[in-house]
């Protein structure tokens, strides 16, 4: 078995819920994770994907906490298409095994999740989901793990170390963050997030999806009787950030990665908390233009890398964050600028007074100026300890899309590419851009009727069979390129007129 970085703590008392016939199996698991995790529950499912009701637990489904802290079904859905273009399941087969959750002993809100197929099924490999944003252990089951257990890998998940968030009251909460900006309909909305509560980090993301490998390594052997022969990383967003820095930090531990739009961090910038504040600092503006993609806020968006506004055809109102005028733009600003900026601030520069409650404080969300306090405040350590410097050690593809609305793609995505090529390890990375795919796959369909955008979900699942083919074959990947609007990854980019990168980040 590879070296373990978790060593053995004091013995844990477990709680097993076992059918008849995994009786033995999880019994067996448990006595290899003794001391190791905690609250483990060991079921035997008919069906390990999301076919099966029982494989994505409820939202709120844990007792004791409050509404939105755990909501396995709502993080799975928000960043997979709709119905009929998630994740094929073959209908006629099943996927039987043991899905096994806990949490680690040190914090029982640290989760991890483990699916291992049934012996006969099972392909000696593991593959390891990080999620996106501040989501729980299930986010990747209908992106990562319904493909990858319909082949036979076992997969394993955690949310990070930490919960989600919850909504709350500004006046009352110093961890308070607005959700949108003060113009919107929500902006007296405040929400909670577990991320800002003392002891949580972005670092702790790195320590607890190696804890929830290690976990996984030692259920495997104690399950099947031998070790996994290939173990994978599959992220996405902040999921996409940890794998970069894995493959970076710890590549002895892995054979390879998917980075699906994982966030760059740079300690001179790019990173988020250079774009996102110039985006707030406009919005007010774009808002009185009426929207108006000639405004001078619009252009100043526009110049901090952001790609166009763009309208649905036509608006809904199942979007609650743009119900009326159906922007791109104003839906992102109301979901995502406004409070992904407070939360980052706080793990970043904790020294920052955010008050969001008087607009003459002048230290808002839209104040926050990175490049100012740097130095003042001592924020490059602070930065450097989870910075994405592109040195990985083992193969990595990257796939991201032009119309990205909350990680520019200039800043992000290529930045990395930059990164990776100026640390001489170009020939072990891959890096597909997806014209106009955006950050949530879910905005093309129902919720927003964003038609103009294209799915990345496809190429993320074939850059995972390319990923495959590279480790395990020594079939080098296709060059990186560009995916035009209904392509797809191709094998000879440069016959086929492909450059790198995408001309223009909107093909209407």
Avoid at 170 to 192: E, I, K, N, W, Y
Avoid at 307 to 319: F, K, V
Avoid at 436 to 441: F, R, Y
Avoid at 466 to 495: F, K, N, T, Y
């Amino acid at each position: 078995m590879r070296s373990l970085v978790l060593a053995v703590l004091a013995v844990v008392p477990l709680t097993l819920v076992l059918s008849m016939p995994a009786a033995a199996d999880c019994a067996d698991i448990a006595k290899a994770l003794a001391g190791m995790v905690t609250n483990l529950t060991c079921l035997e499912s008919m069906d390990l994907t999301t076919r099966n009701d029982a494989t994505t637990p409820p939202d709120n489904s844990r007792p004791g906490l409050p509404p939105n802290a755990f909501t396995p079904r709502t993080d799975a859905q928000a960043v997979s298409p709709d119905a009929p273009f998630r994740t094929a399941i073959d209908p006629s087969r099943t996927f039987p095994g043991l899905q096994i959750t806990g949490a680690m002993p040190d914090d029982a809100n640290a989760r991890w999740l483990l699916r291992l197929p049934a012996a006969a099924n099972w392909n000696r490999k593991l593959v390891v989901g990080v999620p996106g944003g501040f989501r729980s252990e299930f986010m990747g089951d209908l992106i990562f793990s319904d493909l990858v257990v319909q082949q036979g890998f076992a997969y394993a998940s955690t949310n990070k170390g930490m919960l989600n968030f919850f909504f709350t009251a500004a006046g009352a909460d110093p961890l308070a963050c607005r959700l949108s900006p003060r113009v919107a309909a929500t902006g007296a909305a405040f929400t909670h997030f577990y991320a800002n509560d003392a002891g949580n980090s972005i670092r702790e993301w790195f320590r607890r999806t190696l804890e929830a490998t290690d976990v996984a390594e030692l259920a495997i052997d104690a399950h099947y009787d031998r070790a996994p022969e290939r173990v994978y990383l599959m992220g996405i967003s902040n999921g996409g950030h940890v794998v970069r820095r894995l493959l970076a930090e710890t590549p002895t531990r892995f054979d390879g990665g998917l980075d699906w739009e994982g966030v760059f961090w740079s300690t001179g910038g790019p990173n988020i908390l250079i774009d996102l504040p110039v985006a707030l600092r406009n919005w007010d503006g774009y808002v009185t233009s009426g929207l108006s993609p000639a405004s001078p806020a619009a252009q100043a968006i526009r110049t901090a890398g952001y790609p166009p506004d763009i309208r649905a055809t036509p608006p809904t109102p199942a979007n609650t964050f743009s119900p009326l005028l159906g922007s791109l733009w104003e839906t992102h600003a109301n979901n995502y600028w406004d409070v992904t900026t407070c939360v980052f601030v706080r793990l970043v520069d904790p020294l920052y007074p955010v008050n969001q409650l008087d607009p003459l404080a002048a230290s808002d969300t839209k104040d926050y100026d990175y490049l100012a306090r740097r130095k003042l405040f001592h924020l490059s350590p602070r930065v450097g300890q989870v910075a994405t410097d592109g040195d990985i050690a083992r193969p990595l593809i990257t796939v991201q899309g032009t119309m990205d609305t909350l990680l520019p793609i200039v800043h992000h995505g290529r930045a990395f590419r930059d990164a990776v090529v100026t640390a001489g390890r170009a020939s072990g990375h891959r890096y597909y851009e997806v014209q106009n795919g955006n950050h949530i796959e879910r905005y093309r369909h129902a919720c927003c009727n964003f038609v103009q955008l294209e799915l990345i979900q496809p190429h993320a699942h074939r850059a995972f069979q390319l990923l495959l083919d590279w480790v395990e074959r020594g079939v080098s990947p296709p060059a990186s390129q560009c995916i035009p609007r209904g392509g797809a990854i191709v094998s000879d980019p440069a016959a086929a007129a492909r450059p790198e990168r995408c001309a223009s980040l909107l093909v209407e």
